[in-house]
């Protein structure tokens, strides 16, 4: 269904911006994980806003409240339910008939015959990527055991971009510590340039995109399965479930267009009495499964349209042109909050497809 | 599961390269359809190998024996399950302790416990994608009843790029030809020099990558849904399951990583009494749902790994590095036999949407 | 996944007794439905345990909260979540290692490893099935739109048995009452003698099993498919989702296995230019689908196993046989709670299925 | 989908009885198991037809064509695809128009929207059971290396009862020896009754119907989950989907509604450092999930309404009332004939519940 995701491990995402909460009930947890929940805390603040001058100075309360699922601090094993309530909502006057240019004010009214709740963005508001973190911070924490861990850094911001990795030998302890930053560029002179575009953008009441890219370290070989289960399938899916995620490239991506097979390939290698291969272009899987080697792939970001320019659009009743300044608190960049929530959707992805590997090994 | 795709129109894939036969069992088809044989077979034969100089010059015989599923010309709405026997295969020696750079000789060694049949690719083969157009081809002629068409060029092969597509307005009538080409180049001098690029690296004993764009038209707003279903999701994971493909952008896609909101944004706009987008940069889907403008999107096709060329890789058995030169009948770019596949694949998935969104219409 | 169900309309359970609520997640409700939420209380309230000598006293409060999914009173067509909280959950020194007879103690350990969360029957406690009305409640006012009725009573408590119905032609407005009825027997005689059983099982400390026999009218022929999506797996995979169940059987069910084909078999019959069938053995499905009489099936209830009276059983951690005497406040009958409960299951089976016909009609 | 069924061991039907072929489609076969394919045969031989009095004459050539997911002796993992072709098809004059009584004539026409295949029952044909069976062979095979067995015995014909099976306790040797038999009874005596009660419904030109226990040895506890996907939800989903199945029961099944708890619970007790229960009422199931007791069910067959009698009934084309007498070959009792189909309906729910354990073990 729409709102659930997952074959083993999976959430059910519900809540609109403006109703009592907004939440997800995660089923397939496996039984007796104790859980951090000062680090899933962590995770939520990573994607909360209002924090800087980046963000929405909104306060959202993110705090969840645990329904089911855990009993004497671990994971019992069924579900997990987790409720966040929708505390800051400004009652305000909402012209649901001025459609928001490249928003799902007019797709959306379509597809629920007009009874969507419009306030604040409804189902379909970046709000709802909260619960999927929190889900998502479990699945980490779990993966972990694992050893697997998930890393993101921001490849670049407008036509800022940060160093590039080395996705065959990933840096992990400069990838780690990127959680810690406002805006996880590895290189740091870049992550001032990205500021002042972002500051710049600001002050235009304009917003700018960007594009993430992110690592999963620790998976075995040979996990995933070809055609319609492959690896980049069932992650693309779910990293297209963002919203403003517009694109998505494995390894070296869309470069793959342009090389000769022999530029492309990933030659094998023994290292170590380790099969691995040399380059990474593949990102890690080849033919829809795992090959050992690091997952890499980078999402694009679309600037966020709620920009506070004047903007021609329609109004639905009457279907007369008009122009419209969106009012109200917009992230001028919502690339930096996006980070946390393209590793919980891959944590999510990655532990659903590692539960099923146990079944096939 | 792995082999089988889609919620209500589902097709289930089976075969490897040199087993008896590959195939496809298609559940959920519409009943009392009359298909036109000879599309199917003029469908398929776009995607057939040994035609030209580009391609492999094997001589399959993809004729499909349709086992089930049609009754007086006519579908029956229970599954048609059709079968292509693989005929031309090689009796040689193989060789998979040798892993292939880039292919799923390693990955699916692993996946499988080492008992695949790898046999030319054995179920990884592209050979598979014969029943995916197949399948594809009946979901067109069932499209093409409630006015959706659906199109492809190649966007670039190598450095050679077609001629930009008005994705907000494209020129159907110049879509709907490209059908008959050979390189479905819209600039038909790109074709010529595309055919050049390819021919050099042929005669390189190398291969070359590319990437398509597709379109879908005549898809009305409000098909699809937010989060985990959303069209962006649905399309992906199928594309994402044709072997080769590495990265999938909806409109603009990896573009808007560069862009301001005030350039990225879609205005709307009444024209003729119809409310539409002025660009259509989103690619026709806000919020994972359809906002009536043309569905667009890019997959980008990776050189095929299968070159001739000395390579680098492993002995799996003696964990030894060899060198390693394939041998045999390769395609030097398999991005214009990709085409009528991505069609194809969007077709399945644009079909299912569209029987999905008679229950919340 | 366990505890979901549903291709179109989807609900997903969640919590344990003493969690700090239990509640459901309703997706792919149709959009603009205006709900009434006293016709939601009534069903919940039928469910409802402390309302008479039959059923445990403790008086629970099931008012559910809604927190998403209703706009201006009506659905919006995204996600429905109801929580309902836990409050009164008695504080008491349970012995989890004391393995109570016929309930999950024993598998429920194995199944989560130890770490389930024992207090009340935890997640496998039939409060769970508050959320299931409520859903079902929901459920059944949009099939009520399309003239779908659903009505049960108790076939059997012991060996009281009802009178029999016509299930070819049944007497609707008798059914339609029974839903105000504490017993819902159509013959309050041997709704008086089946009182007197519970009564008696009660003062025994014992427990009572029985049958209830549940009616679906206004489904069109057509509905369903043949093999694993036939009406009577769907229902059947539904009912027996409820705890407590141990057989489904549809139409005259067991009793076919005595009879001859000559006088099993449902003749057709024109009356007034519509098809029918003299009989309706068949329980209104041929083939697993529906031919558009009544759906008729029977849920056999067993006695709960929660009884007052010295059991033998095991201690797992000494891994001895001891004496259990289950303390505290039990039903010494289920089967007439049980009743709205089957209803509201088939509601929402009825509704997944009639909301899948609206493709292939 | 209707023709798919499983999570992790998937297959998925085609076929009708008079189109070219039927088969299966098998998905989620664990790879490197090496099969019996005599064993494989000998399950089809036991559903064939032909072979008896007691069944049809036609003499159906049911050997399948394996097409792929076999190399070199093993299974690789990868689709396994069998085809078995109709060639024993006769062509005569079909009046679709005369609806045979509690066939799915009526409810498929309206289904299919009057475009099925009606050609010997078409995709409705007990036939279709065939590539069930040969599934469900190789299900066995690999349960059989977990030590899980699946025996049936006839339960009744007609009046015709066997003995009953201490099913805490069965006797696995008897059981075991019953796949050689003409009419799996335990006992013989019973079962020379059961003969004549058919032989004296063939002389009526009638058919009868009968039940069938099935036990399933050997699957630890903890296997299944609570609710919706109940052990005997699944189960019993899969035996609704075999033609002329319409009760199925768990344990003592319809027995439970005439009892107290006190009669009804299942001891649990400790044996040889086991924990066992003293009866097994419950059919090795408690909230859903397997409590290390044999599995035990029985589902209820119906007469196959295929009689050579005349019957009432209506042709659809003019809405008259009309005679019907059935011509051809007909089995006056399909009970034998279900006896291999309900266990191989069986092993493939099994194997199934079987690999997702193996994610949460």
Known sequence: MANSYGKLFRISLFG????????????GVPSGVELDMNEIMFEM???????NAFSTPRAESDAPEILSGIFKGKTTGTPICAVIRNTNTRSKDY??????????????????????DYRGGGHF?????????FAGAIAKQI?????????????NIGKVYDDCIDIANPDIDALKNLKWETLPFINKDKAKSAEEEILAARSDADSIGGSIEAIVSGVPGGVGSPFFESVESRISSMLFSIPAVKAVEFGIGTEFSELLGSQANDSFVVENDTIKTKTNNNGGINGGITNGMPIVLTATIKPTPSIGRE???????????????????????????????VEAALAITVLDLILEAKTYA
Chains 1, 2, 3, 4 share one sequence.
């Open 16 to 27: 609109e911006s403006h109703s009592e909460a907004i939440g997800v009930v995660i089923d």
């Open 143 to 155: 993966l972990k055991k694992e050893n697997i861990d998930i890393f993101a850094h921001i490849k």
């Open 125 to 133: 508001s970046g709000r709802l990527t909260a619960p999927v973190v």
């Open 95 to 116: 012209t649901p008939e001025i459609l928001r240019p490249s928003h799902a004010d007019y797709s959306g009214k379509l597809r629920y015959n007009g009874c969507e």
């Open 311 to 341: 903007q021609e659009t329609v109004n639905i009743n009457t279907k007369k042109n008009v122009k419209l300044k969106i009012q109200g608190r917009h992230d001028p960049c919502i690339v930096q909050r996006a980070v946390p929530v």
């Open 45 to 51: 603040g990573r994607r909360a806003p209002g924090k």
